[in-house]
């Protein structure tokens, strides 16, 4: 399978944190969650994807060309969505496009302006008088306006309501039923990825925690509750994260066989979402 | 066709998408011949991931419900009508495997759950 993106072992330092060689790839036509708690190293990786930051090592490689040696080549072809708006706050919509659209050469007015309509934006309306999702949505438009195969998003939906965040998800499928995109979404919001993503890479503290296709993920895990004292020590070592309170404890364990065949019938068993596989890994065996 | 993706069931989504096609072409609602949406529309409209739809229609595929050409997407495969009978049976036997299981917990005796079986098979349900 063709990689639209291949990181390998990236390395920054930036004094009181450090991204470790994290290395990923996302294969041609789908659709990956980056995942992690703040702080965790999501928005780096994704400044040293663009370019934006020097890396100290490791290399990285966007539809197959390095992408300091290509970088005008590979930003042609990537549409790039972020936290922070980077237009004119004080010009209108369609200033705004003026400005960016010069940037492209495969500008595609007509499917800016389809967008425009599609995401019921006001194209006379100055950019600081939009709300959130509206911002969000007008640097979609630019993006999906220039015949990028490859859409890198960080943050989209940080503070935004739930139903624009249903509309993004619907947009990001749409995309997706052509063959030759991608997506890459940074996120901490695991649920808008639950039901969309293909794949999921998770990372913590600077590291890549696990990066598989999200199905693997959530059937490799399983939720167990019980009762503390099913507790031994050697019971305690096949969980990745604990949770014990006065009333019993749950956990989240990689081996759902091995659980079941050391618990029995005895513990509830259930399958965890995305936050808690996150949730408890990141925080590991814990009193309350 | 209808298919009803439940995200709080413990089947797997891909097994969901398998089982309701699979109940369709058994059915005989997809007959054979009839083009299958392609995965990643489907995957579109039903809210889930590529991977995962794609997974039901390889086994679907593999246990010979479905046909794809290269280029061309998937079709509904030609179903030998004794196989499909003997599938429809398997059907059931699945269907009352679940209930027998049911049965059992409630500590139904096999003669009684009998009985509540011809009750209702001479009523017509």
């Known amino acids: ?288 | 066709m209808n298919i009803v993706i439940s995200n709080r069931s413990e089947e797997p989504i891909y097994h969901q998408i398998y089982q309701q096609l699979r109940g369709a072409i058994v059915r005989e609602e997809l007959k054979a011949g009839e083009p299958l949406p392609s995965i990643r529309s489907l995957a579109r409209d039903l809210q889930v991931s590529v991977i995962t739809t794609r997974r039901a229609y390889d086994e679907l595929e593999r246990d010979g419900y479905i046909e794809t050409v290269a280029g061309k997407g998937s079709f509904v495969a030609p179903q030998n009508a004794e196989l499909l009978r003997e599938k429809r049976v398997n059907l059931i036997e699945e269907k009352l495997g679940a209930i027998i299981q049911e049965a059992r917990s409630l500590g139904l005796s096999l003669p009684e759950l009998q009985r509540i079986v011809e009750l209702l098979y001479e009523e017509g349900l």
């Open chain 1, 1 to 288: 399978m063709e990689n639209v993106l291949e990181i390998k072992g990236l390395s920054k330092n930036l004094g009181s944190f450090r991204l470790d060689k994290v290395s990923f790839s996302l294969p041609r036509g789908y659709i990956m969650g980056f995942i992690g708690p703040n702080g965790a190293g999501k928005t780096t990786t994704i400044k040293l994807l663009m370019n934006l930051m020097h890396r100290d090592g490791g290399d990285i490689r966007v539809f197959g060309l390095d992408n300091r040696r290509y970088e005008k080549e590979i930003k042609q072809r990537i549409a790039f969505v972020y936290d922070e708006s980077h237009y004119y706050e004080n010009l209108s919509l369609l200033d705004n496009r003026r400005i960016v659209a010069h940037f492209y050469r495969d500008w595609d007015e007509k499917a800016f302006q389809r967008r425009l309509r599609d995401f019921d934006l006001p194209p006379h309306k100055k950019l600081k008088n939009l709300s959130r999702g509206m911002r969000t949505k007008f640097g979609l438009a630019i993006a999906l306006s220039h015949a990028a195969e490859f859409l890198l998003m960080d943050e989209p939906t940080s503070g935004l309501d739930p139903v624009f965040r249903s509309e993004l998800m619907d947009i990001l499928q749409q995309l997706l039923v052509e063959e030759n995109k991608s997506v890459l979404f940074s996120t901490h919001i695991t649920t808008d990825l639950e039901r969309v993503a293909d794949y999921i890479c998770f990372i913590n503290q600077g590291r890549i925690v696990l990066c598989q296709s999200k199905d693997e993920m959530l059937q490799g895990h399983v939720l167990v509750k019980g009762a503390l004292e099913q507790l031994s020590p050697e019971a305690e070592k096949m969980f990745i994260g604990l949770r014990k309170n006065h009333y019993g404890f749950e956990g989240l364990s990689a081996d759902p066989q091995g659980i079941r065949q050391f618990f029995g019938d005895g513990v509830l068993m259930e399958s965890p979402g995305l936050d808690e596989i996150m949730v408890f890994y990141v925080r590991g065996h814990h009193h309350v």
